[in-house]
């Protein structure tokens, strides 16, 4: 090639790279400005839930998807939690699907939706409703609630830092440490497990890292593999792979075992990957690592990932969501994947009625009182902006 090609070819290369590099890490500039010169403690939960809906919609989609999959999953892991998913039927063969559906509904409705809004209040409050009883009856351990909320946090954390292209600053891991206080608060989990919890947290980014070391601690102390984890991992997986043909589906199950410690895989009953596998997997990561680095410019802010409908079907009220497991749940009529909108609850759902099917309809006067409570909460403004963030 002569000099005046190569200067043809490098030049306009070259000033591409740069800006992909420039605007690559102009979100992450920009969330960490609006805070060079606050205090973290004084982090609002408006102010948090935008960094994370930047994050979860336009910076790492990818991660923030994973992370809930992987969080959902990891709470086979657990034998208490596992022992009374299965006992409830609603992880049997038949009704795991709409399980799992129902769950990732119900946590992303809480997640996307901006926290001063109806949406997210009735989400929580759907939430607390199908745990109450549960938790009333001791079947659902206090440790067991703190785990699934820690682990959905850090589960966030892990993917990004991890697999992305770039880590989380301080402020935004900030950010999810304020915005999972306040649902812990909502959800009325006791921090009592957290070494700080009397003299509280100076700030969200304390609070995000005592919980993330805690619940990887829980884990070490209590996931051990149980007939009932390895029934309840089975069915999830196959909520998702369901359809995918029977000879790959060994080498699927180890694929995902690639992304889970130890600990986490022998207590789900899952076989170790194996080192050939487990360079694969991290080969394809690392090739999309750098990528998304150094090649690809970011997602534009125009083209948001979203998987729920931002507005009702104005005749039914009721909202469709895009999803990939297997049965077709919420799909609307019209989607490829809808084989019986009849069945499969077409025309869509609604927050009053999602869940297990004997609970359809169930709880919306107490749904009602809850969002009334969660409105008015003390400290849900700014969580740890009063001195040290106490604990309930």
């Known amino acids: 090639m002569s000099n005046t090609a190569a200067l043809v070819v490098g030049i306009p290369l070259l000033a591409y790279l740069y800006i992909v590099r420039r605007r690559r890490y102009a979100r992450a500039h920009?969330?960490?400005?609006?805070?060079?010169s606050r205090p973290l403690s004084s982090m609002t939960l408006k102010e948090a839930y935008a960094i994370i809906e930047e994050l979860q919609?336009?910076?790492f989609p990818t991660a923030f998807d994973k992370a809930r999959a992987y969080a959902l999953l990891k709470t086979g892991g657990i034998p208490t939690i596992s022992k009374l998913l299965m006992a409830t039927g609603q992880s049997s063969e038949k009704n795991a699907p709409k399980r799992a559906v129902d769950t990732n509904i119900i946590l992303m409705e809480t997640q996307t939706n901006d926290v001063d809004s109806d949406r997210h209040f009735r989400a929580v409050a759907r939430m607390n409703y199908l745990h109450e009883r549960y938790r009333k009856a001791g079947k659902i351990l206090d440790e067991d609630m703190l785990h699934t909320l820690g682990s959905g946090m850090a589960e966030i954390i892990r993917f990004v830092?991890?697999?992305?292209?770039?880590r989380l600053s301080d402020v935004e891991v900030c950010a999810l440490g304020v915005w999972h206080r306040a649902l812990g608060d909502a959800m009325k989990i006791p921090y009592t497990a957290l070494p700080s919890h009397e003299e509280g947290w100076a700030d969200g980014l304390q609070f995000a890292r005592e919980l993330e070391r805690w619940v990887g601690e829980y884990e070490a102390r209590v996931?051990?593999?149980?007939p009932s984890n390895s029934a309840f991992v089975s069915r999830y997986i196959e909520s998702k792979i369901?359809?995918?043909r029977p000879a790959l589906k060994p080498l699927l199950k180890r694929a995902l075992a690639a992304d889970l410690d130890d600990t986490m895989r022998k207590s789900m009953g899952l076989q170790e990957p194996g080192l050939l596998l487990k360079c694969v997997?991290?080969?394809?990561?690392?090739?999309?690592?750098?990528?998304?680095?150094?090649?690809?410019?970011?997602r534009p802010e125009t083209q948001p990932r979203r998987h729920l409908q931002e507005k009702p079907d104005p005749d039914s009220g009721l909202y469709n969501f895009r999803h990939g497991y297997v049965e077709p749940w919420?799909?609307?009529?019209g989607h490829r994947r809808q084989v019986d909108p009849e069945r499969y609850r077409g025309k869509g759902y609604s927050l009053d009625t999602v869940g297990p099917l004997p609970q359809e309809g169930k709880g919306v006067e107490e749904m009602d009182a809850t969002v009334e409570v969660l409105r008015n909460l003390e400290g849900r403004g700014c969580p740890f902006g009063h001195g040290k963030g106490s604990s309930l």
Request: proline letters at 4%; glycine letters at 6%.
């Open 242 to 244: 369901g359809k995918v």
């Open 161 to 166: 830092d991890d697999y992305e292209w770039r």
């Open 330 to 333: 919420y799909l609307s009529p």
């Open 30 to 36: 920009k969330i960490s400005r609006g805070f060079a």
């Open 281 to 298: 997997v991290r080969l394809i990561q690392t090739g999309r690592w750098l990528a998304l680095r150094y090649v690809r410019l970011p």
């Open 57 to 59: 919609t336009l910076e």
């Open 223 to 226: 996931a051990v593999n149980t």
